[in-house]
């Protein structure tokens, strides 16, 4: 730590600018890492001697963290069963056909078969086609230690529509619209797929503006105190805010839309706009929203 401080003091004499930029980088890469290090720190990680089933969900790359039936939970980066409580999901989704788009690992599909659901339909491409982050194998693990009835199938949102899959009461698109080149293309497609409700959860930006607007996060043109995050995610593209979301689904066919999560205030829309504006604010820069839209 003394050599590295010795080391900026010396930056800042040459070079003052690249000076601050190091350390804007060094307190927003410490607070990731630390974020990331608190979260896996409440996984139950197997111990040795391993069994063949520890074996089994350590040879995965793991996103969501899926309790099996033995107490164990699989070691997933995101904390799902956290963030399953943001969706305000019905206790009981008795009776009702449910789709899963961008399923990953399946904990939401699973999830909403616990609840009762009649038939549960997961999909994914760019994740089971072997393109992404991670892989198939989770879900088919998942799915076996499990004894789970979720039919999958690999198709691309852009090729869904009531002839390839089918028309389902309740449809979850969670943490896939700004991964996509074309939203509104893919809006239009699970809204023709959506026979009641869609529940919808995406990264937003801009929340303080109540006109619509998207930020493009594919180019280098951010200021380096912005955005740094999503930059190291080459699968971003249009972060919208609450606005455009909502413009975009009117524009889809659905009659009503209601922001579920979070509870925004007027404080919390200043809080945001300082974060937006001031390079030390929050770097983190990670803000989620969640609607729920009828037909």
């Known amino acids: 730590m003394a050599s590295r401080l010795r080391r900026l003091a010396s930056r800042f004499r040459t070079n003052p600018g690249a000076a601050l930029r190091d350390v804007h980088r060094f307190v927003e890469d410490t607070l990731i890492r630390r974020n990331g290090r608190a979260s896996l720190r409440r996984v139950n990680v197997p111990r040795e001697p391993y069994d ?19 107490g164990r939970v699989t070691p997933g980066v995101s904390n799902t069963p956290r963030y399953v409580r943001t969706l305000h999901l019905p206790d009981s989704l008795a009776g009702k056909t449910v789709l899963d788009v961008g399923a990953w690992d399946g904990y939401y599909a699973f999830d ?5 659901a009649a038939r549960v339909l997961a999909t994914d ?13 989770g879900f088919d ?8 009835k979720v039919e999958a199938r690999d198709i691309d949102v852009y090729d869904l529509s009531p002839q390839t899959v089918g028309t389902f009461d309740v449809v979850l698109f969670l943490g896939v619209l700004y991964h996509l080149p074309e939203p ?22 801009l929340t303080f503006m109540r006109q619509p607007a998207l930020t493009f996060q594919r180019g280098r043109s951010q200021p380096p105190s912005q955005y740094r995050h999503w930059r190291r995610d080459p699968t971003t593209w249009f972060v919208p805010n609450e606005a455009a979301v909502v413009t975009m689904l009117e524009h889809a066919g659905f009659a009503r839309i209601e922001r579920v999560y979070p509870r925004w205030s ?6 945001h706009l300082a974060n937006a504006t001031l390079p030390l604010v929050h770097v983190q820069k990670d803000f989620r929203m969640v609607f729920h839209a009828w037909k």
């Open 184 to 205: 509104l293309t893919a809006l239009e497609r699970v809204a023709s797929v959506t026979r009641e409700r869609l529940v919808l959860e995406t990264l937003v930006d």
């Open 112 to 116: 909403a078969e616990r609840r009762g």
């Open 125 to 137: 491409h760019f994740c089971w086609s072997g393109g992404g982050w991670g892989t198939r194998a």
């Open 266 to 271: 007027a404080a919390s829309r200043l809080l």
């Open 141 to 148: 693990l998942a799915h076996r230690l499990l004894g789970s």
């Open 52 to 70: 063949e089933i520890a074996r089994e969900v350590m040879a995965v790359r793991w996103f969501h963290r899926i309790p099996l039936p033995d």
